[in-house]
């Protein structure tokens, strides 16, 4: 065999492996999501793993935007139609898809949280605490703006924030880095001028979880929540978002920013989830939610652990 033969062959061998490379790194979600199609502008939330730095480069090079950024991982948004050569650059070690969709999920908790005595001050506290001072942030399917539950005593909403990703982009309310649905304050929900509310086909999950949580009773008199002097963030989640726990660290990214902006702590709740995931908290959006959580005082999470506890054996 000639020399140009033999390099030829070693060339074939050497080339083979690189281009199963990114099929590979893109998993078999991925993979089927890139053969449908697609709208154009269309983009991709994406976790990307290897050096933050080179993935951030890779990112800006596909005409993508770089979301988030920690140590070994990278949460962007690309151009559908350039995912697969990023999936092939050096740069990505590997790449977190899911077409598992979110579902909304709720609890009982008033009684078993000892809301009451909270409220009242009961010994040992040293007086009555009602979330004053604090902001609830709520990630679920939104909420009525309306309710008197979720307004005060004048009127005004209890609201500061409010961004509904399944609304179309929009050069001046989408948020960025996020570059996706729309976003209020409560200037514009006092004057009427945000559309947004419960979202259809979740029969009031949103607002009921956001009563339990931080309303103040003002409706009836009768039923309040727990943080019933906070006002309120909220996220209302796109749960056909494909790869959709990206949307829900970007939710949290997004409430803990405006909570900083705000100069105010933040406890958020988070009644949905989904039944796939690494269940060990070393998925990408739980690392960087971990991240946005520990970066700095004033952050508290609360999830639901599911509904489906009484089918044993079951863990979250």
């Known amino acids: 065999m000639s020399r140009t033969a033999l390099l030829f062959a070693g060339l074939l061998a050497c080339a083979a ?15 089927a999501f890139l053969k449908r199609p697609h709208p154009p502008g269309t983009e991709v939330h994406l ?30 948004r690309v151009p559908v139609e350039r995912v697969a050569a990023l999936a092939a650059h050096p740069a990505v070690q590997g790449i977190e898809f899911s077409l598992s969709q979110g579902r909304v999920l709720n609890d009982s908790m008033r009684v078993h949280n000892r809301i009451d005595p909270v409220h009242a001050g009961q010994a040992p506290l040293p007086g009555g605490f009602t979330g004053e001072g604090v902001l609830v942030g709520i990630i679920d399917s ?12 004048q009127g005004r909403t209890r609201v500061l924030r409010y961004w509904d990703q399944t609304f179309p982009f929009d050069a001046q309310l989408t948020p960025m880095p996020w570059g996706y649905g729309q976003a209020w304050d409560s200037t514009a929900i006092n004057a009427g001028l ?24 003002l409706a009836t008199g009768a039923y309040t929540g727990g943080a019933t002097g906070a006002d309120l963030l909220i996220v209302s989640s796109d749960f056909d978002a ?33 039944y796939l995931g690494s269940h ?14 520990i970066a700095q005082p004033g952050r508290v999470m609360v999830c639901a652990a599911g509904n489906s ?7 979250v």
């Open 17 to 31: 492996p690189a281009s199963a490379q990114a099929p590979d790194r893109m998993g078999f979600e991925l993979q």
């Open 47 to 76: 976790f990307l793993r290897g050096q933050d730095a080179a993935l951030a480069r890779a990112v800006a090079g596909s005409g993508g935007v770089v979301k988030q950024r920690m140590q070994g991982l990278v949460s962007a």
């Open 142 to 153: 939104g909420m009525d703006l309306d309710h008197p539950d979720f307004q005060d005593a």
């Open 194 to 217: 945000c559309p947004a509310g419960e979202q259809p086909g979740f029969f009031g999950h949103g607002t009921t979880v956001t009563g339990t949580a931080a309303g103040n009773g």
């Open 242 to 274: 494909p790869n959709w726990k990206a949307t829900v660290a970007d939710a949290v990214h997004y409430l803990v920013s405006q909570a900083e902006a705000l100069g105010r702590p933040v406890v958020i709740n988070a009644s949905l989830g989904d």
């Open 280 to 293: 060990d908290g070393q998925d990408a959006a739980a690392l960087f939610i971990d991240s946005l959580l």
């Open 309 to 315: 506890g009484e089918f044993p054996p079951y863990h």
